[in-house]
């Protein structure tokens, strides 16, 4: 999961498929659990081919992730993270936003990846004099 939150922020594109199974899902979900529609990627060409994309609307992301519980049995691992990610939409609009993963991984042939992510975003907001326009404070106090 570092592996993930580190990637997604250095923007490795098609690289992120590496950390995911060839059959792994990917996907955003709404409060209720329910997939949010278009928020779905089945298969690591997929999710590979959604990072690809990704910069395009989060042009810049940092993922802090916050009381992680993972359950290993066996071959199989449950984590959960919460989340604050400042980032940028669309080299636009900086905001805020938080929310959960619970990640399914799975070991085969002695290696870990993730089989199965679901992120629900519990918060999205725009933060306006954020870093967009004063990246430093001391530019913001000149």
Not at 22 to 35: C, F, N, P, Q, R
Not at 115 to 142: I, K, M, N, V
């Amino acid at each position: 999961k570092a592996h993930y939150m580190q990637w997604a922020d250095e923007k490795r594109r098609l690289g992120m498929g590496e950390l995911f199974w060839d059959d792994a899902v990917w996907e955003e979900l709404d409060h209720g659990g329910a997939t949010i529609p278009g928020a779905r990627w089945v298969g690591r060409d997929a999710i590979a081919q959604m990072f690809n994309e990704s910069p395009d609307r989060l042009s810049f992301t940092v993922h802090y992730p916050t009381n992680e519980k993972i359950t290993v049995v066996g071959d199989t691992a449950v984590g959960r993270w919460k989340l604050l990610e400042p980032c940028t939409v669309r080299d636009e609009t900086a905001v805020w936003q938080g929310g959960h993963y619970i990640d399914d991984f799975e070991r085969r042939d002695g290696v870990w990846k993730i089989s199965h992510l679901r992120l629900t975003l519990d918060f999205q907001t725009p933060y306006h004099e954020g870093w967009l326009r004063a990246p430093f404070l001391e530019s913001a106090q000149s």
